[in-house]
């Protein structure tokens, strides 16, 4: 399975180190690749550009309270799945203008942290929309319909059949949110979809649709055993 992002936002850095090694155990024992980062406060991750997949976020915060920061998440794009953390029951109604994914209370129990991570990893593991943001416009596709990745200046360009579009992220941040089994960095400007692949030749992929991407020699091998084993799944 691809690498999943959670953010944990709290502005208790005991409960943060605590919440951080609980997830992380969960991750050793079921065998999942996490990526969690930690945010003192909202402004801290608003302006992360990482593509997170789960936030936990405190309701109390001193700069920017919870529910403020969700909301603005959401007004940027942001899809992904929030768990609500607080030590104050009465806010569980209002968390339900932001879509949260669970509502849960300080302190944390082992067993109530068990099921939520269950139960976003069912849902995750159903899901393959990728959503960015394109010339303003928030775009969601599944990610079976990228053809492949371009790097393009300080962004990217996602291209489909028919359609190409700019992202202001960088290819490497983009990359993270694809499904590793179906997509392969081929070039430091280029991740492909195998599913596309219809011929390769020397450093050069070329795609069903004759448009191509590039492939470092260094990488080469490496591409053909990733493709051989893509299609082998696909039988």
Known sequence: MDKINIAICDDDKVFRDTLTCEISSYANVNDLDFNILSFSNGLELMISEVHYNLIFLDYRMGIMNGLETAKKLRAK????????????????????????????????????????????????????????????????????????????????????????YPVLQKIELFTEVLPETDFFRSHRLFTVNMKYVRACDKGEITFHNAETAKLSLSKRDEFKKALADFRERKL
Do not use: W
């Open 77 to 164: 794009g942001v899809k992904c799945p929030i768990i609500f953390v607080t030590s104050f029951n009465e806010i569980v109604y209002d968390v339900f203008e932001v879509n949260a994914f669970r509502f849960i209370t300080k302190p944390v129990e082992n067993e109530v942290l068990t099921n939520a991570l269950n139960d976003f990893m069912e849902q995750h593991r159903n899901m393959r929309t990728v959503s960015f943001n394109s010339n303003g416009n928030t775009v969601s596709l599944d990610s079976d319909d990228i053809v492949y990745v371009e790097g393009k200046g300080r962004g990217c360009v996602v291209h489909t059949d028919g359609e190409s």
